[in-house]
């Protein structure tokens, strides 16, 4: 298994501003994910993040509204751009360790815009 | 495009009693995961099938996956107040693709 936390636990902010989560692992992986939750909602996949290389987005995400940073293997960030109510969620990083897919989440940042 | 449905959305059940949710996938799965959510807390692993009529256990838990490695279901068995929480499916096919999640609630 592998210890993820993620900074901030939670954070409010306003309409028009950016707010950039942190992702840190206790051990080195190669891919992490980021993943959002709407309340009382499935997980939704933003985009995978690989070390050295740009981030792959899922359909309906693009990288000017979530601009992610892979620095090393142990680290990534997201930002969240010119936020609206509309992103107000819980966004999850998660690596994938041991049996190929098994996924393991962070404790998510609970995102609300006014 | 690959879809996971999932059964029912929520379910009350009384302590003690048994509970079971289903999982359905538009694709053959490589492989489908379980994960619990407890309220206000993260999704948590729970376990991984890979082989089609896989069937595993952990303690009053059992997972199936069809034959046609294209459904699941999780079954609890005698359930308590520890159980609460949404339980997810998630099937990976070219990717993963997280069902909506059956919400449990316990009544003592």
């Known amino acids: 298994s592998a210890v993820i936390s993620q900074k901030p636990s939670r954070d409010i902010c306003q309409r028009g501003t950016s707010l950039t989560i942190q992702c840190q692992v206790d051990?080195?992986?190669?891919?992490m994910f980021w993943y959002r939750q709407q309340p009382g909602q499935s997980l939704t996949l933003i985009a995978t993040?690989?070390?050295?290389?740009?981030?792959?987005?899922e359909s309906g995400f693009v990288i000017d509204k979530f601009p992610i940073s892979r620095p090393n293997l142990t680290f990534s960030t997201l930002t969240v751009s010119n936020m609206s109510p509309e992103d107000s969620s819980i966004y999850l990083c998660?690596?994938?360790?041991?049996?190929?897919?098994?996924?393991?989440f962070g404790p998510g940042t609970r995102l609300l815009v006014l | 495009g690959q879809q996971v449905m999932q059964i029912p959305q929520y379910q009350h059940v009384q302590e003690g009693e048994d509970f079971t949710t289903y999982c359905n996938s538009s694709?053959?799965?490589?492989?489908i995961q379980w994960y619990k959510q407890r309220p206000g807390g993260h999704p948590v692993f729970l376990i991984q099938?890979?082989?089609?009529?896989e069937v595993k256990k952990q303690k009053r838990l059992t997972f199936q996956f069809g034959e046609a490695k294209k459904n699941s279901s999780l079954h609890i068995t005698a359930t308590q107040t520890t159980d609460v929480g949404t339980y997810f499916c998630?099937?990976?096919?070219?990717?993963?693709?997280f069902g909506k999640g059956t919400r449990l609630h316990i009544l003592p």
């Open positions: 998660s690596v994938s360790l041991g049996p190929p897919g098994t996924q393991y």
């Open positions: 051990s080195q992986v190669t891919m």
């Open positions: 993040a690989n070390q050295g290389s740009e981030a792959t987005y």
């Open positions: 694709t053959t799965l490589s492989n």
């Open positions: 099938l890979v082989k089609s009529g």
């Open positions: 998630a099937g990976r096919d070219d990717k993963i693709i």
